[in-house]
């Protein structure tokens, strides 16, 4: 179909018509979309768009509280002696909780702990075996099973460790924290301020 000028003229008038109400509506504002972390480290997402100066203001404080208290929660005060650190520790047996003291020895591939510590817990018993001690002196250990294990922010639900008969008195540290926990939590030790700084999870 062949349209004359007056006949285009018709077409581009009622086109205009009919986009002119789409035209008018109002516009949504383009906000940016805020992401921060709360203080268990959970995202959350905001369109600061809908917020007026004063919210956003607000927004602004509750994300720098928020990420100043998850820095501090990824921070474990430990006592530093020479080259040693100790480092507070809590396990449970999933009804009884411990605190204790465990020495950081990359040197040690497993966790293990004195007997007098845990003999506060009723661990699952999971064998008895031998374990060899940097110096090469083999000893005999149990295998048991706890039911958390937590340092710092970091829990370890379930692990299994080793508990060892300690025959030296003046020891006042309740065992090692070995490679088995530190492969997987990575860390960075200040010996000046004495803390342990973790890295967060990804």
Do not use: C
Not at 58 to 77: G, P, Y
Not at 181 to 195: A, K, S, T, V
């Amino acid at each position: 179909m062949r349209l004359n000028g007056r006949g285009l003229e018709v077409t581009l008038l009622l086109a205009v018509v009919l986009l002119l109400p789409l035209l008018l509506l109002p516009q949504s504002g383009h906000g940016e979309m805020q992401r921060y972390l709360d203080e268990h480290g959970t995202a959350t997402f905001v369109d600061d768009s809908f917020l007026s100066p004063a919210e956003r203001q607000d927004l602004q404080q509750k994300v720098l509280s928020a990420e100043q208290a998850l820095r501090q929660s990824r921070i474990s005060r430990v006592e530093v002696r020479g080259n040693q650190v100790l480092v507070p520790v809590e396990i449970s047996d999933g009804y009884n909780r411990v605190n204790a003291r465990l020495l950081l020895d990359t040197g040690a591939s497993q966790t293990f702990f004195h007997r007098r510590t845990m003999d506060r817990l009723q661990a699952k018993p999971l064998g008895k075996g031998w374990s060899r001690l940097a110096g090469g002196q083999l000893i005999a250990t149990d295998k048991v099973r706890l039911g958390s294990l937590k340092v710092g922010p970091h829990t370890w639900q379930n692990p299994a460790v080793y508990v060892i008969d300690n025959q030296d008195s003046g020891v006042d540290f309740d065992g090692l924290l070995g490679m088995d926990f530190l492969m997987r939590n990575h860390y960075r030790i200040d010996y000046q301020e004495q803390l342990i700084h973790w890295q967060a999870d990804h």
